[in-house]
DNA sequence: TGATTAATAT
DNA sequence: CATATTAATC
């Protein structure tokens, strides 16, 4: 029986974007569009004070980063340095808050969809994802909320139906679906149990195999600036823009750090965004996701 | 100020 | 590991 896992193990492990791939990715990732609409000191387009918040446009890269890849925690302040003041505990792990994009929930539930409730521990949820940064509290805390989702969700639309996630709205509850209402909940979650079906839980749910090809080339516009990466903001927040195209300004899913802790020895974290398929026909909400990937490396 | 998310503690 | 509570952020 356990055999089966293998299959999809290495299946899914396979299908992991290789480095090579990603790679070329940071770049070109932002969308004209995306970037027209950053760069574009546009007052009519009047973003939500909230939004507008993390604007990119890091006011002083630091030409020591070379790294073009777009990593998570990057050096907030170098020791040494300066400094100063006191105010921060030089040598504080303190973590920074962890922002659960989307995408990135995406591929919590990927992989919990995957491990099955019986192995859809925090330990190996975390591992599965292999996501840089992402440690296991990170995932444990997500998990509990993930939980509590689904079982919110279950009450609610219980026996039926099972469609539709994102158009209908079925279980909406402004409390708990904010992130989760955008990712897909595979519905094996919601096995109750109940019928006594020991079933099998892991079974490919929505997991949807992109084996089609990498990114499409879709540069053939003005010329965009290169935006993306990570912008240091005078709040002390790290911001990761990379996004493709989303529909109403609302939304905008961009990973985010806040207060970086300050990764104490060399934690260049080779996470590299990847464009990801989402399912087709969700709704009429064709947005690109963008996934964290992996490293391999934990 | 309130609401929600994430981290933290038990 | 799961749950509950607290803290931080939006």
Redesign the pocket.
């Known amino acids: 029986m356990r055999e089966e896992d293998s299959n999809w193990f290495s299946k899914w492990e396979e299908e992991l974007p290789s480095p090579e791939e990603l790679m070329p990715l940071s770049q070109t990732l932002i969308t004209p569009d995306l970037a027209m609409a950053f760069d574009i000191p546009n007052p009519s387009t009047n973003h939500s004070p ?2 507008l ?2 604007t990119l446009t890091p006011p002083a890269p630091p030409p020591s980063n070379n790294n073009n890849s777009s990593e998570f925690v990057d050096s907030a302040e170098l020791g040494g340095g300066g400094g100063s003041g006191g105010d921060e505990p030089a040598r504080t792990l ?8 989307p995408q990135l ?1 995406k591929r919590f539930v990927d992989a919990v969809a995957h491990l099955g409730i019986k192995n ?5 949820i975390m591992q599965l994802m292999s996501v840089d940064g992402l ?4 995932v ?6 993930y ?1 509590l989702y689904l079982k919110r969700m279950q009450g609610i639309s219980s026996g039926g139906g099972g469609g539709g996630v994102a158009g209908g709205g079925i279980g909406s ?8 209402a955008s990712s897909p909940v595979p519905a094996h979650f919601l096995h109750p149990g109940g019928g006594g079906r020991p079933g099998p839980d892991h079974f490919l749910p929505t997991f949807v195999p992109y084996h089609h090809h990498p990114p499409p080339p879709q540069p053939q516009q003005q010329q965009y600036r290169q935006i993306g990466h990570i912008g240091l903001q005078p ?3 790290i911001g990761l823009q990379s996004n493709g195209q989303f529909e109403h300004p609302f939304m905008s899913a961009r990973p ?1 750090l ?2 970086i802790g300050g990764g104490p020895v060399g934690h260049h974290n080779p996470v590299v965004p990847y464009v990801e398929d989402v399912e087709s026909g969700t709704a009429a909400n064709g947005r690109k996701v963008l996934t964290l990937f992996p490293t391999g490396d934990d």
């Open positions: 909230q939004l918040h993390q303190k973590r920074p808050r962890l922002v659960w994009t929930h859809a521990v925090p330990k190996t440690t296991r509290e990170n444990a805390s997500h998990l509990q909320k939980r509850d402004p409390a708990t679906d904010h992130l989760f709040n002390g927040h985010v806040h207060r």
